[in-house]
């Protein structure tokens, strides 16, 4: 089915783990996004990449890193996990940066 | 910066319109969206009206866009046990990226 895939669905890391989510696009679709949610806080942006080979900051980018792999693929590291980057985060993707967003089903991190 | 805000809960009757009201503060605001979260999934886009327009009509779902007072309304006719869900509220600019949410609107239907 066509949609945005993220793995994995859920994670637990002690303090100090990296760790990679991917997610992946087979809409074609040249911009993406990750955003982490927080109960009460709404989406929060972190990197975005409008286009292949482009990648900028968001309103929270501090302990995250991002990689645009190709134009389906879109990774977000943590170098070195902390109980604050416990959180579910969104994978998204856009035609371009209007239009509305389609989502993927989320990652559930979990920091000790 | 930027903030949208919403009313974090409503709570209607089966049948029962709903209306889920948003303000936002950027005046240069060009798409406005309306989301949709049901428990353990991503978030589905609803509908979205131009800044240009006042009103959009989709099958149960209109939305009014009140651009002089920056606030943006969905109501739901005939509310079933499925539209619960929590509702987001969201804004775009001309050229943007950066789409800003809003903390979301917990929506309970009683049956």
């Known amino acids: 089915n066509a949609g945005v895939t993220q793995t994995p669905k859920f994670q637990v890391l002690k303090t100090g783990q990296s760790m990679t989510l991917q997610c992946a696009q087979d809409?074609?679709?040249?911009?993406m996004y990750w955003y982490r949610q927080d109960p009460g806080m709404g989406l929060r942006l972190i990197y975005y990449s409008a286009s292949e080979g482009t990648t900028d900051k968001g309103e929270v980018p501090n302990g995250y890193n991002v990689s645009r792999l190709n134009k389906r693929e879109f990774s977000l590291r943590l170098e070195s996990a902390a109980p604050s980057q416990t959180s579910v985060y969104f994978c998204?993707?856009?035609?371009?940066?209007?239009?509305?967003?389609?989502f993927g089903s989320g990652t559930r991190l979990t920091v000790v | 910066g930027e903030d949208v805000e919403q009313s974090l809960f409503l709570s209607v009757r089966e049948g029962d319109s709903s209306v889920i009201n948003c303000t936002y503060t950027?005046?240069?605001?060009?798409?406005l969206y309306w989301y949709k979260q049901e428990p353990g999934a991503g978030l589905q886009l609803l509908t979205y009206?131009?800044?240009?327009?006042d009103m959009k009509q989709d099958q149960r779902l209109t939305v009014l866009l009140n651009k002089k007072d920056k606030h943006l309304s969905l109501r739901i006719a005939d509310t079933q046990t499925g539209d619960s869900a929590i509702y987001f509220c969201?804004?775009?600019?001309?050229?943007?990226?950066?789409?800003?949410f809003g903390a979301g609107t917990r929506l309970f239907v009683k049956a």
């Open positions: 809409m074609n679709h040249n911009s």
């Open positions: 969201a804004e775009s600019n001309t050229g943007g990226f950066k789409t800003i």
């Open positions: 009206i131009f800044s240009n327009m």
């Open positions: 950027d005046s240069s605001s060009t798409y």
């Open positions: 998204a993707s856009s035609v371009s940066g209007q239009g509305g967003y389609t």
